[in-house]
């Protein structure tokens, strides 16, 4: 049994790291939790099945357009819930996210809300489970697992080898003096908006094929996703993704070896112990207080 | 002083007096019928709200397009019960009291359902169930409550005999933990008392759960003969999946909410997954079935961009029951006498059913009878219909 | 010379339109201005620990629920009449705020928040699983309450509008007190704070006991008005909700937090009218509010009437 479990609580702990990057990409550069990020997700799953199954896009066409209106969707959630916010207290700019959100499941819910309950979305590859070593594997999983290491790859170069992912960090650090060293930081706040979208959007349509496509897939992800953040430190993308793993993995280890009724409370339970224990997560720094 | 003693008096005059109860012939003019439809709009649960309230719909303006009713429209208000007790209690109230409708189609939310029933009850105005399961919506028996809908133990004790008649010695159980789920596994785990077996194993799923490997990892352990599946349509399909991943295939008896047996093949996208699978209907065909082409059309015409699914079914089906009811009560309409005709609604063939309806003054539950289907190559069969009653 | 816009008078006004509002209204309104006056207390008393305790935290869904269940379970399970089972609950409601208090001790902002959120997955949970106790997902029915010769629609809008004077008012003395300068202080500054040796532990317990008593009388009255419990009203839109009524009121605003309430329960009635399109109506509403007025419908009374004073209102502006 063992076996087993450590290799789905991987496949469904990639599934809350993908998501969850999208979280800590807006956050890293913004100190801010983008709340409609589950939402922003969900649309790029409908709107790749737009163009996938109902235009009959090609797969690649439908998943880049997918992600360029998702940035578009992004950036546009940038001007709208946080640019007039940013002097606003936290919990604000929260809420504005969230109404943002209902509007986007409400017009997904009246748009294509009448398609079916939960629509499939073909696979990438459509070949049978692969049987390695006696474990048997769905292909799309080990794609949602690849996808996840490689966002995590091209994150964690893009925000320590490049200009623009060091510009994002220097404003997260400090906004005001990355105005003075001649950083657009409104320009910087859009473009991450956009990318974390644009996260989402790619994640959707990795996953749709698992978890199908239907107005409230996004809500249950971004809980757990915002968990896995937390956990990983949430600043930090290596930390989102083994925070997604961790979560995974104590959900498919209790429910099989505890009992299944444990399977959703046993990540939250977790997480009450640690950071009662390590009050800033696994990997988060020392908590520092400003003064 | 003078001003409190005043408001006082108001207060003491406002508590003696009540308000007046709503007229008998309420939401009946010379020419429209006011029907007010409760269920979710908006939520997860408008699955069992707005796409059945779309069905019914679609009888009703074809009705209307006939002529109507006895020479009265149909007319559909609706209201979102957003699938939460205090919603479905304003939005009763509301159609009761502010909209003033005539009866109520309506009821999708168990929990829903429940929390509006005493409110609906006071007001003595016909309601007509179309999807919520839960025994409490309709019993104790009110005298104007009755169901178009398949009851969960109507079900709940047909997916257990079906086993059991196929020779399942060891039996086991996934569910989900909702209101919905509970109101099935409660009558389930009443029939296998009553049967005098025992659950092998008893598997627990969220219904958006992505995986369910823990699950079949423990169903498998207890190597049982069938496996009832007590399970939303997302759940059961990752669950199927993961069976047959792990190679895990008993026989595998699912309830109406997987009644949609070439959706939930696309669902499960495995080949060859659905082999040992069985499920419940409540209706008798799926939207593929060329006898639903007519309404496939209608639908598709007055709500364009849907699809039909087995929900839209429901809802017409349930329509039909309404309007054949209508029709006897006559010209001179009163809730009085929608009720009377209810109470005598017997053997009633929608031709979308699996059975006929039939309701008595004692037995609100007019839908009594389950049909087995099973997904052979691409078509759909009917394996079996039974009557239960509860 | 009082203003002729000025508080009181406004809220004499409403008291007496609230006061003789079911001779005027069919049942469903009374009904809608009971769940209000519910909300008013939920947010009232989330407002002492959002807006002038500062602590961002999940809790208060789930407390609400705890009220509820409470209350109903001490008089379907032990057999309590409802004037001891619903002070009872509201008592062990309170206690069960001050153990979540003991998170925030240690923990701030993102972290509080999500210890606070488990906190209110694990109610949820219990809600469902505990079967024993809670009944479970199917939720239970609560013997319907009667007030003697009274009609029991009209004696139970009389006790939500008579305890949520009550309270309000004693918000409104709270926030005036050296309690309600000791929390701002807690709000603005902790380091501050406790260099005035305001006690961190002790005040930050007060705030998360205070807000949990207010939820827990308010998740009383709502089983009592729906004569039903069960584990969907406290769910995290529950808590979006309650977040959403203090910050459109008004964060730090006992006043405000009563607007925000009446005014979006007002609101979601009032977009029925939209049917399927409410989930966007009420997010499109949500945003207006919190991007044209981020500090509330009280700051927009705040600059046209006169008479609206209220003590170190403002939460800290981000830099």
């Not at chain 1, 992004?74 to 943002?100: D, H, K, N, Q, W």
């Not at chain 1, 390695?132 to 080990?142: A, E």
């Not at chain 1, 959900?251 to 046993?266: H, M, P, R, V």
């Not at chain 2, 009866?103 to 168990?110: A, E, I, N, R």
Request: net charge positive; proline share 5%.
């Amino acid at each position: 049994m063992l076996p087993y479990l450590l290799v789905s609580g991987l496949t469904t702990g990639s599934l809350y790291a993908l998501v969850a990057m999208g979280l800590v990409v807006v956050y890293k550069a913004t100190t801010v939790v983008n709340f409609a990020h589950g939402e922003l997700f969900m649309v790029g799953g409908f709107l790749a099945y737009t163009f996938h199954v109902l235009l009959k896009l090609g797969y690649v066409v439908s998943l880049v357009l997918a992600v360029a209106a998702a940035l578009v969707l992004g950036l546009v959630t940038e001007r709208l819930a946080y640019r007039p916010l940013m002097r606003a207290p936290a919990i604000s700019v929260v809420l504005a996210a969230v109404g943002f959100s209902f509007v986007l499941k409400g017009a997904a819910r009246q748009i294509w809300g009448g398609l079916g309950d939960y629509i499939p979305f073909p696979p990438l590859v459509a070949t049978p489970a692969i049987t390695m070593g006696g474990l048997i594997i769905v292909p799309q999983q080990l794609v949602v697992l690849a996808g996840a290491l490689v966002c995590m790859g091209i994150f964690t170069v893009f925000f320590t080898s490049t200009r623009a992912g060091k510009m994002m960090q220097a404003t997260a650090e400090n906004a005001k003096a990355a105005r003075l060293v001649g950083i657009r930081v409104e320009r910087v706040y859009a473009f991450t908006w956009g990318v974390g979208a644009a996260t989402g959007a790619a994640a959707a349509v990795l996953m749709a094929p698992l978890t199908f496509v239907y107005p409230d897939v996004g809500s249950p992800l971004l809980v757990k996703a915002f968990a896995a953040a937390v956990l990983g430190g949430f600043g930090s993308l290596p930390g989102a993704v083994l925070g997604g793993f961790s979560i995974g993995l104590i959900e498919n280890l209790a429910g099989g070896y505890i009992n299944t009724s444990f399977t959703d409370i046993s990540a939250f339970l977790v997480i009450m112990l640690v950071l009662i224990v390590r009050p800033t997560g696994f990997f988060g720094p020392r908590a520092v207080r400003r003064i | 002083m003078r001003t409190l003693r005043i408001v006082l008096m108001i207060v003491v005059a406002l508590l003696v007096a009540s308000p007046a109860p709503p007229a008998a012939a309420q939401g009946v003019t010379a020419d429209e019928i006011k029907i007010g439809a409760l269920g979710a709009l908006t939520g997860p649960g408008y699955l069992y709200g707005r796409l059945i309230m779309n069905g019914a719909e679609v009888v009703y303006n074809e009705v209307n397009k006939a002529g109507g009713v006895n020479g009265r429209k149909i007319v559909l208000v609706r209201e979102d019960d957003r699938c939460d007790a205090a919603s479905a209690i304003a939005a009763a109230k509301k159609l009761i009291f502010q909209h003033q409708v005539f009866m109520l189609h309506g009821g999708g939310c168990s929990n829903a359902s429940i929390a509006a029933r005493p409110e609906i009850e006071k007001a003595n105005i016909p309601w007509v169930v179309f999807a919520s399961v839960a025994d409490e919506v309709t019993l104790p028996t009110a005298p104007y409550i009755f169901s178009t809908a398949l009851a969960a133990s109507i079900e709940s004790a047909a997916q257990l005999e079906f086993a059991l008649q196929r020779g399942a010695k060891k039996v086991a159980v996934i569910s989900m933990r909702d209101a919905w789920g509970r109101a099935r596994y409660n009558p389930l785990m009443e029939t296998f008392k009553r049967k005098g077996v025992t659950p092998v194993a008893d598997e627990e799923m969220s219904p958006d759960a992505n995986d369910a490997t823990p699950q079949v990892l423990r169903l498998r352990q207890a190597n049982p003969d069938a496996v009832m599946i007590v399970l939303y349509p997302k759940a059961a399909a990752v669950y199927m999946r993961d069976a047959a991943k792990l190679g895990f295939k008993p026989l595998q008896i699912g309830q109406s909410a997987l009644g949609d047996l070439l959706a939930f093949r696309d669902q499960v996208a495995i080949p060859n997954a659905l082999e040992r699978f069985y499920t419940i209907s409540h209706v008798r065909y799926t939207p593929d079935d060329p006898e639903m082409e007519r309404w496939r059309g209608l639908l598709e015409k007055y709500f364009p961009g849907d699809r039909m699914s087995v929900y839209n079914i429901m809802g017409i089906a349930s329509a039909n029951v309404v309007v054949e009811v209508l029709k006897r009560a006559g010209r001179d309409l009163t809730r009085d006498r929608v009720r009377d005709e209810l109470n005598k609604l017997k053997d009633f063939n929608t031709n979308i059913y699996p059975g006929v309806i039939t309701c008595t003054p004692t037995d609100h539950q007019c839908h009594k009878t389950p049909a087995f289907m099973q997904l052979t190559g691409d078509k759909v069969k009917t394996v079996g219909v039974t009557t239960v009653t509860r | 010379m009082p203003a002729l816009a000025g508080r009181r008078n406004v809220f004499a006004l409403a008291g007496l339109a609230l006061l003789v509002l079911p001779a005027l209204a069919n049942p469903y309104i009374l009904y809608v201005a009971n769940i209000a006056l519910i909300y008013v207390i939920l947010a009232v008393g989330l407002n002492l620990l959002l807006g002038y305790a500062g602590q961002f935290a999940f809790a208060n869904a789930a407390l609400f629920g705890i009220g509820a269940y409470a209350t109903g379970l001490f008089q379907v399970r032990l057999g309590l009449p409802f004037w001891i089972a619903f002070p009872a609950a509201v008592l062990f409601t309170t206690l069960i705020g001050l153990l979540v208090a003991l998170p925030a001790l240690r923990l701030s902002g993102l972290y509080l928040a999500l210890v606070t959120l488990a906190f209110a997955q694990l109610t949820q949970w219990l809600m469902l699983n505990w079967e024993r106790v809670t009944f479970g997902a199917g939720g239970f029915k609560v013997p319907p309450l009667t007030f003697g010769w009274v009609p029991p629609a009209l004696g139970l809008y009389y006790l939500s509008l008579l305890l949520a004077g009550l309270l309000v008012a004693g918000a409104w003395n709270t926030v005036r007190s050296g309690i309600g300068r000791a929390l701002v202080a807690v709000r603005d500054s902790e380091v501050a704070a406790e260099a005035l040796a305001i006690d961190l532990a002790r005040y930050k317990a007060i705030a998360f006991s205070l807000s949990a008593l207010y939820a827990g009388v308010a998740g009383g009255l709502y089983s009592a008005i729906l004569s039903f419990v069960a584990p969907e009203g406290f769910d995290l839109f529950q808590m979006v909700v309650q977040f959403s009524m203090v910050v459109v009121g008004g964060l730090g605003s006992v006043w405000g937090s009563v607007l925000g309430a009446g005014l979006l329960v007002g609101l979601q009635e009032a977009l029925r009218a939209f049917k399927g399109g409410q989930e966007i109506a009420f997010g499109l509403v949500l945003m207006a509010c919190i991007v044209f007025l981020p500090d509330g419908i009280i700051s927009l009374v705040k600059r046209r009437a006169r008479g609206w004073e209220e003590p170190l209102r403002a939460p800290d502006r981000r830099a």
